[in-house]
T-cell receptor, first 115, second 116 residues
Framework: AQSVTQLGSHVSVSEGALVLLRCNYS??????LFWYVQYPNQGLQLLLK??????LVKGINGFEAEFKKSETSFHLTKPSAHMSDAAEYFC?????????????FGKGNQVVVIP | EAGVAQSPRYKIIEKRQSVAFWCNPI?????LYWYQQILGQGPKLLIQ????????DSQLPKDRFSAERLKGVDSTLKIQPAKLEDSAVYLC??????????????FGPGTRLTVT
């Protein structure tokens, strides 16, 4: 069954520093991979997605992620953290088998940006 | 374009009571999803509809949870009777298509349920 692992529930980063959130996936078929962001009391918003095209995916708000099949990883990065990046981030995988695009989410990373 | 609407935003009930949540997806979106997000965890799919038919309800606790999507638009999720462990945020999402690599799920703000 498909699954993702996100380590470190809370991540603290200084304003202006690199943001790195790790995601490793498990899938029996070539996966579709997603990163979502959730601000307090709001629903999830798609940051970016990998759908078997380019392995380096650029998303909104300056985020990008690289798909590495050999490492079964899809880590999320942003070169310079901004205060507005404080939120919870979820990695998700979908196998899209038989037309079922069920998303399996990781436990999330709560990002705190320190001024 | 209006987003996914959910109501109520917050609900507090006692255990063994019943509760219902409502979702209105983005206009034209054929696929609708209900997720349960327990504090400290990622969302977990409960049920997925394609128009008014169920595609996947394998993780729905059918002894107490039910959902319907009449006319293929709005949907309701019901819990009867509620247990303490049902305390969570219930998220509704919709997508334009069921299958394919380019689909995207759009999420509503969620309903936060507290069972006391």
């Amino acid at each position: 069954a498909q699954s993702v692992t996100q380590l470190g529930s809370h991540v603290s980063v200084s304003e202006g520093a690199l943001v790195l959130l790790r995601c490793n996936y498990s899938s029996s078929v070539p996966p579709y991979l997603f990163w979502y962001v959730q601000y307090p009391n709001q629903g999830l918003q798609l940051l970016l997605k990998y759908t078997s095209a380019a392995t380096l995916v650029k998303g909104i708000n300056g985020f990008e992620a690289e798909f590495k099949k050999s490492e079964t990883s899809f880590h999320l990065t942003k070169p310079s953290a901004h205060m507005s990046d404080a939120a919870e981030y979820f990695c998700a995988v979908s196998e899209g088998i038989n037309g079922n695009n069920r998303l399996a989410f990781g436990k999330g990373n709560q990002v705190v940006v320190i001024p | 374009e209006a987003g996914v609407a959910q109501s109520p935003r917050y609900k507090i009930i006692e255990k063994r009571q019943s509760v219902a949540f409502w979702c209105n997806p983005i206009s034209g979106h054929a696929t609708l999803y209900w997720y349960q997000q327990i504090l400290g965890q990622g969302p977990k799919l409960l049920i997925q509809f394609q128009n008014n038919g169920v595609v996947d309800d394998s993780q729905l606790p059918k002894d107490r949870f039910s959902a319907e999507r009449l006319k293929g638009v709005d949907s309701t999720l019901k819990i009867q009777p509620a247990k303490l462990e049902d305390s969570a945020v219930y998220l509704c999402a919709s997508s334009l298509v069921l299958a394919g690599p380019s689909y995207e799920q759009y999420f509503g703000p969620g309903t936060r349920l507290t069972v006391t």
